[in-house]
């Protein structure tokens, strides 16, 4: 298979932004962190003023406790802990305190983290007892030679680095437990018998898609110019067999280079299978296209196969995209000035 | 950051295969199989005639077993398992049979299968009781509606599927056991503590790299052309805490699209921050480089970083390439016509 090079170059004029749309920000206007707070049926009309106004208050808190970093020298790693740690906190999300249940009744935490600079990485799967698993994910990076690590492994090593354990109740929710309990009535009605006798699963059954997509994450460029990229989920409603989707996994969910950070929000089956992160930083890199069209190109290929979720990504310059194909993603901003955007619907 | 066409043409005429070298094969010797038994300090001097000869043999096995099944107009994916399943039964590679062990002694087994026509993937971590792990990450990928399955739930997964369940112990071999306790004495002179008196852990001590390496991976393409591509291992000697490499890794040790097909062995930490195999399949189709060049590149992004191993990758028109920075790596291609060739040093 040969190359075209007519077809490359005429490839990348119609991607140029000569010929499409693009965002150009002004100098005054660099962003240094977006974050969001996972994907889903997102509707003006179907929320609650009060809870809202929830869930725009603690995405505010998130984007400050971040930018209070970076503005005082922080990394951009430190950055992402700080907003990540505080959307972990609260039962707003699915991830630490509000995640989701697995089909027995638990929760299983996964979490990622990408520093740009030195591309190096951690992730967490399947821990069910550190607080926060962001910070098991940094331990991971910094501390423990390898990238990921899972299940009571995983949560040994983070005890060892002195990070918060606790109790598995801890993440237990009436809420979530109540979401779970509907879907369980569902799901039974699901399981079917193939011609082999042997079952066939299908996806979960998910009544709420809130419930699916409601991974956190943060993007975010530092004073020097670094950026890094953190994911955090409780994975998916009702999720059975020790299943990991894309959050905890290097280029699918997330992924940080010196040009671009991304983390990802969705239906995880089909982030892992288009590399969903590190796809964009391809495009960018081997294309020149910018952070906008690279991370819409990827959500349409995932929309393509059938996928649904969204991503932020922010490249070095400060410039930001925040695409989805759900109704609305949980999502904010914070330049450079420490003015604060926080957004819901499309 | 602006997209500057004039540096993207000179980028594409640079790489192109008119100023590089690339092989072409003729239509006569077009390969349907490429496996490989893990990369390592393989020198010709240091290994029995009798070791060698046992490894020859067993690769020639596993290509005849892969080669069958596509002769007789099978999917590329029953040769990708059937090669691996060879292989997985027995000790000589780091999968299934002759898997390493954990610092605790136990074997927990990774694997991942991946379907370049419909970009359908399957893979299963830390599993200790399917004989043939490749299979479970083929059910997963077939029936689970998910990915990546782990742990005892993946085990259990695997059962309902009917997969040959053994007990943990019959991956237990004596040579694996050996190698362990080796390692340990030397490990316990590298745990040191930090300033905070947190304990730093470096990755775990090797001192044979085959140990390390010994992962073992097929790529295969069918009658119809299509792509499959399956890796299997026990991961890391000494690995400890859940430790989960590359191997299971969509994008990482593992990925397959309908342009080219790739498998992975190595230092499995630096395949995943490079997210190796889907990086190959990303310059070939954004670049338009050929098999050879983009493996290449990406085996030295890897070797940049400190990282070493090799890969093997099968392109749609049957050229294929097996780059590596090790001393030697186990690899054999079969051909349309069923010849076999086995290598094994530089």
């Given at each position: 298979?040969?190359?075209?090079?007519?077809?490359?170059?005429?490839?990348?004029?119609?991607?140029?932004?000569?010929?499409?749309?693009?965002?150009?920000?002004?100098?005054?206007?660099?962003?240094?962190l977006?974050i969001?707070?996972?994907?889903?049926?997102?509707?003006?009309?179907?929320?609650?003023?009060?809870?809202?106004?929830?869930?725009r208050?603690?995405l505010t808190e998130a984007l400050s406790?971040g930018y209070?970093?970076?503005?005082?020298?922080?990394?951009?790693?430190?950055?992402?802990?700080?907003?990540?740690?505080?959307?972990?906190?609260?039962?707003?999300?699915?991830?630490?305190?509000?995640?989701?249940?697995?089909?027995?009744?638990?929760?299983?935490?996964?979490?990622?983290?990408?520093?740009?600079?030195?591309?190096?990485?951690?992730?967490?799967?399947?821990?069910?007892?550190?607080?926060?698993?962001?910070?098991?994910?940094?331990?991971?990076?910094?501390?423990?030679?390898?990238?990921?690590?899972?299940?009571?492994?995983?949560?040994?090593?983070?005890?060892?680095?002195?990070?918060?354990?606790?109790?598995?109740?801890?993440?237990?929710?009436?809420?979530?437990?109540?979401?779970?309990?509907?879907?369980?009535?569902?799901?039974?009605?699901?399981?079917?018998?193939?011609?082999?006798?042997?079952?066939?699963?299908?996806?979960?059954?998910?009544?709420?898609?809130?419930?699916?997509?409601?991974?956190?994450?943060?993007?975010?460029?530092?004073?020097?110019?670094?950026?890094?990229?953190?994911?955090?989920?409780?994975?998916?409603?009702?999720?059975?067999?020790?299943?990991?989707?894309?959050?905890?996994?290097?280029?699918?969910?997330?992924?940080?280079?010196?040009?671009?950070?991304?983390?990802?929000?969705?239906?995880?089956?089909?982030?892992?299978?288009?590399?969903?992160?590190?796809?964009?930083?391809?495009?960018?890199?081997?294309?020149?296209?910018?952070?906008?069209?690279?991370?819409?190109?990827?959500?349409?290929?995932?929309?393509?196969?059938?996928?649904?979720?969204?991503?932020?990504?922010?490249?070095?310059?400060?410039?930001?995209?925040?695409?989805?194909?759900?109704?609305?993603?949980?999502?904010g901003t914070v330049n450079?000035k420490g003015e604060i955007k926080v957004?819901?619907?499309?």
């Amino acid at each position: 298979m040969r190359f075209s090079i007519c077809a490359a170059i005429v490839f990348i004029f119609i991607h140029s932004p000569v010929f499409s749309q693009e965002y150009s920000f002004s100098d005054n206007d660099k962003y240094v962190l977006v974050i969001h707070g996972g994907a889903g049926t997102l509707l003006p009309g179907k929320m609650s003023a009060e809870k809202e106004r929830a869930y725009r208050d603690k995405l505010t808190e998130a984007l400050s406790a971040g930018y209070e970093k970076i503005k005082n020298g922080g990394q951009s790693l430190d950055a992402v802990t700080a907003a990540i740690t505080v959307m972990e906190d609260s039962p707003l999300f699915n991830a630490g305190k509000g995640a989701v249940m697995t089909h027995e009744g638990k929760n299983e935490l996964d979490a990622s983290i990408m520093d740009g600079a030195t591309q190096d990485a951690g992730a967490v799967a399947g821990i069910t007892t550190v607080k926060n698993p962001i910070l098991a994910a940094r331990s991971v990076m910094e501390k423990s030679g390898h990238v990921m690590l899972s299940g009571p492994g995983a949560e040994h090593f983070a005890e060892s680095q002195g990070l918060e354990i606790v109790a598995p109740e801890y993440f237990w929710t009436e809420r979530r437990w109540e979401n779970l309990q509907r879907v369980l009535e569902k799901d039974s009605a699901q399981v079917e018998l193939d011609h082999d006798e042997k079952q066939t699963f299908s996806p979960p059954v998910v009544d709420n898609i809130d419930d699916k997509f409601g991974t956190v994450g943060a993007v975010a460029r530092d004073k020097k110019g670094s950026l890094a990229a953190g994911t955090s989920t409780g994975g998916m409603n009702n999720k059975r067999f020790g299943r990991i989707g894309d959050s905890p996994i290097i280029g699918a969910g997330n992924y940080a280079n010196n040009q671009v950070a991304i983390s990802c929000t969705g239906w995880g089956e089909f982030y892992i299978r288009t590399v969903a992160a590190y796809n964009v930083a391809s495009q960018m890199k081997l294309l020149g296209l910018s952070v906008e069209e690279a991370s819409e190109n990827v959500i349409e290929e995932i929309g393509n196969l059938g996928g649904t979720g969204g991503m932020i990504a922010l490249d070095k310059d400060g410039n930001y995209a925040t695409p989805f194909n759900t109704a609305g993603m949980y999502r904010g901003t914070v330049n450079e000035k420490g003015e604060i955007k926080v957004e819901i619907f499309k």
